[in-house]
């Protein structure tokens, strides 16, 4: 069985395994004040030109993501995001669970506009009996989107300029940034999420490492005790180092990029295998998920030599899936996956 | 000015009012453990024929809806509502603020059928990752809807089917009771909803009293330490005699039914009107709101005189606006405003 | 049997069931927005001479203080308290299901002293642990106390002082603030609650009212969206003037006051009763809520006769109790009472 | 600088990291249902004699805690704890912010007796008022304690023979758990934990591991659903093997007890160090944390060459520090500090 269903089902980049073998016996103080914390922020700061952002190391995504809402929501204010985005729809509730409601804007592919935006923003205030009603506190997108869609720059730059108008922070979950900022299709340079966002964070699960995720605070309103929200919230680990070191990793020589890079690669020559086999895409992705439309027939097939996710229903006999590729995918199974199909 | 913009512009039916009077000196114990509370009880158990459900007074339709919700679900779950339903678009995120999400089935005129429920059930079973998202616990429905809509007994039944068979308890919000049981159009027994819900709450604040719902919880499963989480919520008054007093005033000689008979003959003369006139119903309500739609000009014009609720734009040049009848709305004044229209 | 057991065993002061008799007819806006609220407002603004304060009416104590609490507080933060608070023993965790930790200060009678405020503030801050503790991010009193004790004057500037220091907003429940006011002992003018607290509460419920609470916002930081708040927890009612019409009587002539006199001078006289007669006090109080401790004896003769709140046992065969008097309470009773003792 | 503060100062135990090099290859499925977590369970409940109890792994001690603790109480219920708790006093209120208040219990060395609880569950149902009041809805303990400290079989015995009297369920944290198990003064089977509590957790994060938790759920009232909860709370990893992975390398060979045995037979050198050259400690502990007590001078010339956690002044000139040792801990650097005492 050759698994194409996610980007996590090897462990981590060896030469994370590596740095944190070399690194194992050193003696750190805990909670993530260590010097490979401290370092592995430093490292951030400079590629994503943050140097006056606080970065914060957390367990997972869904983790991430509650903390930081509940970091910025007063306790009568939701979260705008797309109906499809993994805080309305993959986290069982999480959001809720720290009492905010999500305010899903109805998406097809996983972007919400500026347009939009303004539009459940106005339609707020000019309600009448607008305290009755959640009032919007912040604004959440996904890039890339859970659907492997990008915002071009003119589209993160229009949401910005809105959430900024209506006082409307902007958090960017970027469980898998590094994909989108090294697709062909993307126009957004690392150093421009400073300027576009009031948080974001650096996915590192889903782009090698073992876990873990770095959560950037740019704007200095939710920076202030923020590390008493982790703990709270059970994302402050004792040998917080484990994060540090493996960021530390990602960071060094490039490896973070590289690991996008080569995985965006396969999942173009996948898309690039299958479009020319006439079969259609779900989604037009132009990062390391791909949503290939396969009829029933043909997926059972599949389905003996390979794992995949599957997606949902298109049409009586025809499904869509997703396909992820990741630092561990290997050439010859995309060229036995393409030969396949 | 002539107010027709809710059913709770005036204080409480003269009835009422008066044994708030002659009961005042007397003393009674607190927290809505005294003689008028149970009093009260006993007559909702008869009117109801539900003698084994349990009745407690709480103080609003808010308080009442997340007392409730909160004590059905566990953590992980949410409540299954229409997308306007009360507790998705008018408490200020209520029951996200209990933790809970509120699962919005998309509904044009106030009501959700049994298929949509069972939909949402079975793509949340049937979906592999489904622990990582919100599990249906229960559903929430509103009888009158807040569009004045009702559901027949056979879509109520249907929905009871469902609801049993998916074990989802059935929690139905009647704020506005009174007026869907004393419809034309109803074909529900009042002592039918111990069958067909799990729990429903008979308003009070909106047919006739100064506040106050009684809540009328039939399974026994949600009875036990209800009274803790009223405490817990805020709801409990140490006057509860209060909410008792008006209770009793309502079920005796048949007040509410009468309350709700006189609002209904009255919304029914105003509909007629505007029918007979040419204008149209945004929803077509057999209940005490109405939404007849008109134009901008006539609105201003009319806006001189009367106090409507504003409810939505219909197109370019009209929209429709929401007009009450309660227990005090007079004859005379709604022959004026079928005059003025 | 005489009930003594509360300060709410009858109905409303004959003043506020005159006025809402009076003012049932009017047709009035909803959710405490009408004439009579306003007009409320505006008394009790002169009253405490706190012009730029807001004033919300809330249903009750348990409902105002969670409320309250909920706005100032930050999610990681919690809420200095008397372990005899209101909040830590007897809300059924209302502010923990909002989600703060009590941080609770063990008392004897009622009170905590400035030391103590700042004796905790600084163990958060001087452990090098902190962001592992619950902050201290508010400190609630109760004038009087759950015990019947005041605060001088003196006690309450420093503890205030010490608040400003710290930056710990300090909230005041006055759920009896009437009874503190108007007591012999007190030294404290209703103008100087503006200087001394950043919130509190005049309580209706325990002085007269049927039901209700007028929370004074005098600091702008907390002010913003309240109104959504009181929404989502449940505490605005559609027909808001039950509360504005109350308190409009409670502070018309003066009546707050003099209802809180004449229980306090009979409470005086039932102090005073007992002591003559050899009792002891548990608490030295000196407002409308006394503690004799009274033999077992003697209790189950009294108990005949009279309905009092069991507090605590306090050797092997003595008890003390809470024997309360309010607006309703007659010299004959409590003559009747020093009689059977 | 020679490392005592506390048992996480180095990375994980080489047996754990090698299993992780070697393994990282390969392909699972994600989310803690891969044949490593499988494995790790059977392994488990083997050891632990608890066949038919479900094993989860989660992230970290505050997440188990809070996750467990919010999976076994309703929304009015409180958890039992000693003062000394972790979910007391170290968990920056995880527990208030699931809802739930933490009733404490005083302790001096960080253990809670049976009579203790019984007290407090019979205060609580012996309150005419205990509707007002959280209800105790679970028993946590810690074993061994924050402070080193042990129960004896006898006395878990009778706690739980209590919590099953009251219908309490017992959840022991089990942070330390190894050390508890493997210390001299303990007479408790690892077999015995299934017997005694409805959840224990079995600590890895102080016991070797990188980070990471077995959660054992005895009770099979608490069983179901309970992935749910872990994926809301932010407990999930996506590469959950990581978990399992530790845990097999941990219940391999015994290897979790060895690394505690080491650790206690430093321990007890330590403290038999101490007592020899006359210090008192400040907790008698037979596990890994030891509390002795150092006047300044001698403190201030250790702190040049070691670190020790601070606990707390005892008195002018004393001060109780804690040492940790670990599996990393080396007999030479124990000499040294004995030499340096």
Redesign the interface.
């Known amino acids: 069985?050759?698994?194409f269903?996610?980007d996590?089902?090897?462990?981590?980049h060896?030469r994370i395994?590596e740095y944190?073998?070399e690194?194992?016996?050193?003696?750190?103080?805990?909670?993530g004040e260590d010097e490979h914390c401290i370092h592995a922020r430093k490292k951030i700061q400079k590629v994503f030109a943050c140097e006056h952002a606080d970065v914060h190391f957390l367990?997972?995504?869904?983790?991430?993501n509650?903390?930081a809402i509940?970091?910025v929501l007063?306790?009568?204010q939701?979260v705008i995001a797309a109906s499809t985005g993994h805080i309305n729809?993959?986290?069982?509730?999480?959001i809720?669970?720290?009492?905010?409601?999500?305010l899903a804007i109805p998406s097809e592919d996983g972007k919400i506009t500026a347009e939009q935006v303004q539009e459940m923003y106005d339609a707020h205030w000019s309600d009448?009996?607008h305290?009755?009603?959640?009032?919007p506190g912040m604004v959440y997108i996904s890039f890339p989107t859970e659907n492997g869609t990008l915002y071009s720059k003119k589209e993160l730059e229009a949401l910005s300029a809105v959430c900024k108008k209506c006082s409307l922070p902007l958090y960017i979950d970027g469980a898998r940034l590094g994909y989108g900022l090294t697709s062909k299709a993307n126009d957004i340079a690392a150093q421009e999420f400073v300027k576009y966002s009031d948080m974001f964070y650096i996915g590192g699960?889903?782009v090698g490492a073992?876990?873990g995720e770095a959560l950037v605070i740019v704007n200095d309103a939710f920076k202030k005790?923020f590390?008493?929200?982790i703990?709270?919230?059970?994302?402050?680990?004792?040998?917080g180092?484990?994060l540090g070191i493996q960021f530390e990793a990602l960071f060094e020589d490039d490896l973070y990029f590289e690991i996008a890079r080569h995985a965006n690669h396969l999942a173009e020559k996948i898309k690039a295998g299958f479009l020319e086999k006439g079969y259609q895409m779900l989604f037009d992705s132009p990062t390391n998920q791909q949503y290939p439309i396969i009829s029933d027939e043909k997926l059972k097939e599949l389905s003996e030599k390979y794992?995949y996710c599957?997606w949902c229903r298109v049409d009586e006999n025809h499904s869509a899936v997703r396909i992820c590729t990741s630092w561990?995918t290997k050439e010859e199974n995309v060229a036995k996956l393409l030969e396949d199909i």
């Open positions: 069985m050759i698994r269903d996610c996590y089902v090897e462990g981590a060896p395994v944190l073998v690194t194992n016996m050193e003696q750190t103080i805990g909670y367990v997972g995504g869904t983790q991430t509650l903390t509940a970091a007063k306790p009568y939701g729809v993959h986290e069982t509730g999480a809720e669970a720290c009492g905010h409601k999500v009448e009996s305290e009755h009603i959640v009032q699960t889903k073992l876990m005790d590390r008493y929200l703990k709270q919230k059970g994302g402050m680990l004792a040998k180092r484990l794992a599957y561990a």
